[in-house]
């Protein structure tokens, strides 16, 4: 089961258990409540507990070289094939 496919099962039952037990709809409000609690758990997904890790800033001179090592390989690929300047004249 791919992904999009759990999500659109995790809407369809949410959006089934809030049409059955709405209180405006006649349900009852204390069942909804808990629902609602249930459903807005985070899911039991291990990759949620890594620890966060923050990555430290390089120094200057790193920065200063990563930058232009992109400026130019960014400016060595054009976008757009560029025709020559030459203008033929007949």
Do not use: K
Request: proline share 13%; net charge positive.
């Amino acid at each position: 089961m791919t992904p999009q496919d759990r999500a659109a099962l995790d809407r369809a039952a949410f959006r089934a258990f809030v049409r059955e037990h709405h209180p405006d709809r006649g349900g009852d409000p204390e069942v909804f409540a808990a629902g609602m609690a249930r459903f807005r758990e985070p899911p039991a997904d291990p990759r949620f507990d890594a620890p966060v890790v923050f990555v430290p800033t390089p120094p200057l001179p790193v920065r200063i070289v990563v930058a232009a090592i992109r400026t130019a390989r960014r400016r060595s690929r054009t976008r757009v094939d560029r025709p020559s300047c030459t203008l033929e004249r007949e």
